[in-house]
């Protein structure tokens, strides 16, 4: 009998799927260890004469729980790529040295992060730094002499050693203390070839972001007092001298700053901003805009041609001539390149996918870049081409598995009026794989964060999960979501609870219309303001058969102080617990408590410190001690607003499910984990 190799069966194989071209090899739905086995691509820089890309590839390590780097350097034609750092090493804050030279970034040298560099040519990566504390940011000179970079101030020896020993008390809100011990922030210039470091700045502020000027002779900067979370007003501009002279104060407004970059020709540095700003720390809820500063004439001017939506996932960037800025912004659900004209304020689209395009570098002379894209049924990849999207070369091909083996859902994007106040609502729908026409799906409504956040067409492995499982999706946009414009941004302000629900039950009023879905088999799950929205929404609304809330704020007023409020405060309930009471009472779940009639399951991190930990043990413990329906809660030890831990987040997908199957199916499911060979 003669045996046949796997070469020869292979062959076979594709010879019978070239001669049959509607066979396919058989999928299967997603599970949830596929979701924790996606590998993510980050860290993408493309060096300065666009012949190299440099990126990561973020990996489960189920064995550790958690995830491990590994770092390469490819060809920008999509040749090849090659492993770059040694295994064991992990970085951050990777830049490519102006002349294309080296390879810098940030790492663990025992217990600080101190800066690298490694020869692009070859070699190993060296340790050039020795600062006593860690360093946080840096920032080349344009004629590669050394860095600008940024680290707390150090504590004396004394003072350290009483600190280990547990003299750390915090003094809450004084300076520079938030809830938090915090120090204050130092600048420094570290002179290559002498590798001796030089105090640029040592005044009382904590340093958020910083840039170089063209010469090297000046940096701003953006500097708060202190770090209390609800106080972002008080960021303002600063510049000093690199040599540490002439220190001064930019901006006066009231109003956060960020995305610091100075022009080319050194005459202006563009900021982002609210574009209204009031006394007292009040400015308006805007998408923001564009400022220029002009360095030597002190004058702004707004551009006003930027408004759509956030600057998302990207980079920002001035055009060698100082003519244009380029920068990534959400435009409803998908993101795009944009750039302004600055002169002229006029803003233009370079790319016009469908999906979510990030920019993440460019060549010097921004002929190239370098970018990952996503769309609802693509995992995230590195891509390289011109700024136009003409003949782009991918670089990673990161979850090939994806593609071959898993069925996905199909998505579509969906519009209906809301029945308060008619506004125009958009959405991401789902449909799960395979589904029978005349089949009544389940369905899961997913509300998102933010508020101000955003749905957009990018890839999310838990839709499909819930896919795979046969449930159709909604993912609303509702009122107060970004990339839609600020009257719609502003559209929650004083409608916090009443205004998005009805939004998004206007939603799913109109797929039950359109779509075959089973009205008597509807769920709702949401994270962060998510879980606000879902646990205000359970308390007025009786149609869903079972809940997820995660990291949700159930009573405003509780969440004075220990949390992230100051949205709150200043646009979407108004004013004080204090002398506000009965509208924060309004918007706040826990007063409508025992209107509950949906089973919830809550998830919160244990460490979380955007909504604090013991709303959802109030919420839990209401639900518990009335009684009137079954309900779980689930915290996280070590996690904060978001859960990380592959453990973690294997146990949260599992008990949603399992919540979701009993509560709207009425099945009792358990999960198996899928043998790999």
Not at 190 to 211: P, Q, R
Not at 586 to 609: Q, W
Request: with cysteine; proline share 5%; charged share 25%.
């Amino acid at each position: 009998m003669v045996k046949r190799g796997r070469g020869f069966i292979c062959l076979i194989l594709f010879v019978f799927m070239m001669v049959n071209p509607g066979f396919s090899l058989e999928k299967r739905p997603m599970t949830v260890d596929d979701v924790l086995n996606i590998v993510d691509v980050d860290d993408v820089v493309l060096s300065p004469d666009g012949r190299h890309v440099f990126y990561s590839l973020r990996k489960l390590n189920w064995e550790k729980n958690n995830y491990t780097f590994s770092y390469y350097l490819g060809d920008a034609e999509g040749r090849s790529s090659r492993l770059f750092l040694r295994k064991g090493l992990e970085g951050s804050n990777f830049k490519f040295s102006p002349d294309g030279r080296f390879l810098s970034f940030l790492s663990k040298v025992g217990k600080h992060d101190q800066l690298f560099l490694i020869p692009v040519d070859g070699g190993e990566a060296q340790a050039v730094t020795n600062h006593p504390v860690s360093i946080k940011d840096y920032q080349w000179l344009k004629d590669c002499s050394g860095f600008v970079f940024l680290a707390d101030e150090a504590r004396s020896e004394e003072e350290q050693k009483e600190y280990e020993l547990g003299a750390d008390a915090v003094f809450v809100d004084e300076s520079p203390n938030g809830k938090e011990n915090a120090r204050f922030s130092r600048l420094w210039f570290f002179d290559l070839a002498s590798k001796t470091a030089i105090n640029i700045f040592k005044g009382k502020l904590v340093i958020e972001e910083f840039e170089v000027s063209p010469k090297g002779d000046q940096v701003v900067f953006v500097g708060r007092p202190d770090t209390r979370t609800n106080y972002p007003f008080l960021a303002e501009i600063y510049l000093v001298n690199r040599d540490g002279s002439g220190f001064q104060r930019v901006t006066y407004n009231q109003g956060p700053e960020s995305d610091l970059k100075w022009s080319p020709d050194g005459e202006k540095i563009m900021f982002h901003a609210p574009y209204k700003q009031v006394k007292g720390g009040k400015y308006e809820l805007s998408n923001g805009s564009f400022w220029l500063y002009f360095v030597s004439k002190g004058k702004f001017r707004r551009l006003a041609s930027q408004h759509q939506g956030e600057m998302y996932g990207g980079i920002k960037e001035w055009s060698p001539d100082s003519r244009y800025f380029y920068f990534n912004e959400l435009h409803g659900t998908k993101t795009n390149l944009y750039r302004i004209d600055v002169e002229k304020d006029q803003l233009e689209a370079l790319t016009d996918t469908s999906g979510t395009l990030w920019v993440r570098s460019f060549s010097q002379d921004l002929r190239k870049m370098a970018y990952i894209y996503q769309d609802y049924q693509t995992p995230p990849d590195v891509y390289v081409s011109d700024l136009r999207l003409i003949n782009p070369v991918r670089i990673t091909d990161s979850n090939p598995w994806i593609r071959k083996e898993i069925l996905l859902s199909s998505a579509q994007i969906i519009r209906w009026r809301s029945k308060k106040g008619g506004l125009e609502v958009e959405g991401m729908f789902y449909l799960p794989p395979q589904h029978q026409k005349n089949s009544q799906l389940p369905l899961i409504v997913h509300i998102h964060g933010g508020p101000a956040g955003v749905v957009e067409n990018s890839f999310r492995p838990e839709f499909h999960l819930f896919g795979g499982l046969g449930y159709a999706l909604l993912a609303p946009n509702y009122r107060g979501s970004t990339g839609y414009g600020d009257e719609f941004l502003q559209a929650l302000k004083g409608e916090v609870g009443d205004g998005e629900h009805a939004d998004i039950m206007s939603g799913v009023d109109y797929v039950l219309k359109h779509y075959p879905l089973n009205p008597e088999q509807l769920a709702v799950r949401g994270w962060s303001w998510g879980g606000v929205s879902t646990g205000y929404l359970i308390t007025h609304v009786h149609r869903f058969k079972a809940a997820s809330a995660g990291a949700g704020v159930y009573n405003w007023a509780a969440e004075t102080g220990p949390g992230f409020n100051f949205d709150v405060s200043l646009w979407y309930i108004g004013g004080t617990p204090w002398d506000n009471p009965e509208e924060w009472a309004k918007r706040s779940a826990i007063t409508y408590v025992k209107n509950v009639r949906t089973p919830v399951i809550l998830f919160h991190g244990g460490r979380d410190t955007t909504s604090s930990v013991n709303q959802s043990l109030m919420f839990f413990t209401a639900l518990r001690d009335i009684g009137q329906v079954p309900v779980r809660y689930v915290k996280f030890p070590r996690e904060g607003h978001g859960i990380r831990e592959p453990r973690h987040r294997r146990i949260l997908m599992i008990e949603e499910i399992r919540w979701f199957e009993k509560y709207v199916r009425g099945k009792d499911w358990s999960y198996k984990k899928r043998k790999t060979s």
